[in-house]
T-cell receptor, first 112, second 113 residues
């Protein structure tokens, strides 16, 4: 049972525009969320996190929004750059250690 | 600080054999988690070790086991390998505390023939 879902397998965006990647979850006990970026043949690289006590967290060009009532989070990248082209994963965990559930990923392509 | 390291990076094994993978976490991190990544299933949580104790376990058969040493290094073992065990095995370490950011190693690519 997929508790974390990324329903868009791929996304293409023009350089300089906003990229919005979406993630839905089903378990209301999840209260900590992470976004990762992954290049082929490498491990995922941590990007940004958010806990359930917040609805927004920013780090440079990356902003994560959390809508707990909708069980939905999104990652905004502004402005998008060609180097952002990668697969992006969202992950979620309850407050019981580090067991994270991952989505299946969204492949982002930023077109120069 | 040095990142998470995993050895070996690539392995080819025959069905029925066993394999041991190794992970060295970031210095000071005591939590080590293991994940299996396959094209069809994405990243699936295997287990987490904290201070030499298994703290969380995913839904994998008992053929998958692990351990953690006093220096926080961790090993994962898969016995009686099956073709379906072919995957990228990722290790991640985290600092102490409640759920925190996990930092991943490059992974071990296991191919079972």
């Amino acid at each position: 049972d997929q508790q974390v879902k990324q329903n868009s397998p791929s996304l293409s965006v023009q350089e300089g525009r906003i990229s919005i990647l979406n993630c839905d979850y089903t378990n209301s006990m999840f209260d900590y969320f992470l976004w990762y970026k992954k290049y082929p043949a490498e491990g995922p690289t941590f990007l940004i996190s958010i806990s359930s006590i917040k609805d927004k967290n920013e780090d440079g060009r990356f902003t994560v929004f959390l809508n707990k009532s909708a069980k939905h989070l999104s990652l905004h990248i502004v402005p998008s750059q060609p180097g952002d082209s990668a697969v992006y994963f969202c992950a979620a965990s309850g407050y019981t250690g580090n067991q994270f559930y991952f989505g299946t990923g969204t492949s982002l392509t930023v077109i120069p | 600080k040095a990142g998470v390291t995993q050895t070996p990076r690539y392995l080819i094994k025959t069905r029925g054999q066993q394999v041991t993978l190794s992970c060295s976490p970031i210095s000071g991190h005591r939590s080590v988690s293991w994940y299996q990544q396959t094209p069809g299933q994405g990243l699936q949580f295997l287990f987490e070790y904290f201070s030499e104790t298994q703290r969380n376990k995913g839904n994998f058969p008992g053929r998958f086991s692990g351990r953690q040493f006093s220096n926080s290094r961790s090993e994962m073992n898969v016995s009686t390998l099956e073709l379906g065990d072919s995957a990228l095995y990722l290790c991640a370490s985290s600092p102490d505390g409640p759920p925190r950011e996990q930092y991943f190693g490059p992974g071990t690519r296991l191919t079972v023939t």
